[in-house]
């Protein structure tokens, strides 16, 4: 059994933008930090903070909500591609989130990146997930 790292991260996310929570601890590894990072430069995140408790690393994300009413900037998260199924795409095929709107979060051969960036640099990578 392997353990999904990605999957680790984005449910806690998920789970907590959907119960209105401010603050998410995650578990830090090199891929986390570096999702971690793209959603902070993108503006869905408000902080990402690293934290060690106990000898071992862990990420706090402080997630960010607009209004009175407290609308989360992040509506959803989605995985796509996993371990039993890995979805790749060219330079040419990568996906658009509602319009350009949201973005795709991918691993390329020259690191995380979002979809616009692969698309400037044209290449192409794994789809791990999206954001909007």
């Not at 990605?6 to 590894?29: D, E, H």
């Not at 408790?53 to 706090?60: A, G, P, R, S, T």
């Not at 009175?68 to 796509?80: E, S, V």
Request: net charge positive.
């Amino acid at each position: 059994m392997s353990q999904d790292t990605i999957s680790t991260m984005i449910t806690p996310i998920r789970n907590a933008s959907t119960g209105r929570k401010t603050t998410v601890r995650i578990p830090a590894t090199n891929t986390t930090r570096s999702i971690g990072r793209i959603p902070l430069e993108e503006g869905f995140v408000r902080d990402v903070a690293e934290h060690k408790e106990n000898h071992k690393d862990f990420m706090d994300v402080t997630l960010r909500y607009r209004g009175r009413k407290g609308k989360p900037y992040i509506t959803a998260l989605k995985r796509i591609s996993k371990p039993g199924l890995r979805i790749y795409s060219d330079r040419r095929g990568l996906p658009k989130v509602l319009g350009g709107m949201g973005i795709v979060i991918l691993p390329t051969s020259h690191g995380l990146m979002t979809d616009r960036e692969a698309r400037q640099k044209k290449i192409g990578g794994e789809i791990s997930c999206y954001v909007w």
